[in-house]
């Protein structure tokens, strides 16, 4: 995936995605992705952290979250879609539609 961003050569990107099930040995490349996608405007975003096995709440929440939602991400005007799973965020940093 980091070889194709940086042969990259578009303006935008409408959908991006990363669905990483062990996600804390990836962080650094996780945050440089989702920069890259914000970067490139990007519409529809889809960050999923989450373990196939897990099939309830407890699940996830015994393993915890390793995961933060960049900041980069809060501020994206462009975003017409964000689908996280098992990504930490702050719901009250998110822009509100009437703001974008």
Known sequence: MLHWVARFQGQVIESFEISIYIPSEFLAEIESLVEFAVEKNVQNLVLDFS???????????MNGIVVK?????YDLATLVS????????DLSEIRKSEDL
């Open 69 to 73: 939602l960049p900041a980069c991400v």
């Open 82 to 89: 964000l689908k996280i799973y098992s990504c930490k965020f």
């Open 51 to 61: 373990h196939p096995a897990w099939r309830t709440y407890n699940d996830a929440s």
